[in-house]
């Protein structure tokens, strides 16, 4: 079931609620394919790459699978063990 050609990474906001929310779920999901989930904080990110923020500032949290969205808001649980399991 273990997958490690999937990499799965939050991105997020400093004092996000929804966000800490959202990393506590990925990291349960995850636990049960083998990968740890990676966050990234859109303002930190935004030194060297402001489209970061600018694309996905006004909804986080976003889910990013292998580097594509994947869920916003709220941890797309069923999509996301499903597309896991591939």
């Known amino acids: 079931m273990t997958n490690p050609t999937h990499s799965v ?3 997020t906001r400093s004092g996000c609620g929804m966000c800490a929310t959202a990393l506590d ?3 349960a999901i995850c636990a049960d ?3 740890e989930p990676a966050t990234l904080d859109v303002d930190e990110a935004a030194a ?3 489209g970061l923020r600018a694309e996905f500032g006004d909804r986080l949290p976003v ?3 292998n580097g594509r969205e994947h869920s916003y808001f709220d ?3 069923a999509r996301l063990r499903a597309d896991l399991s591939r």
Do not use: N, S
């Open 25 to 27: 779920q990925l990291r």
């Open 63 to 65: 889910v990013l699978l």
């Open 48 to 50: 060297t790459d402001p």
């Open 33 to 35: 394919f083998g990968i």
């Open 75 to 77: 941890v797309d649980e």
């Open 9 to 11: 990474t939050l991105l």
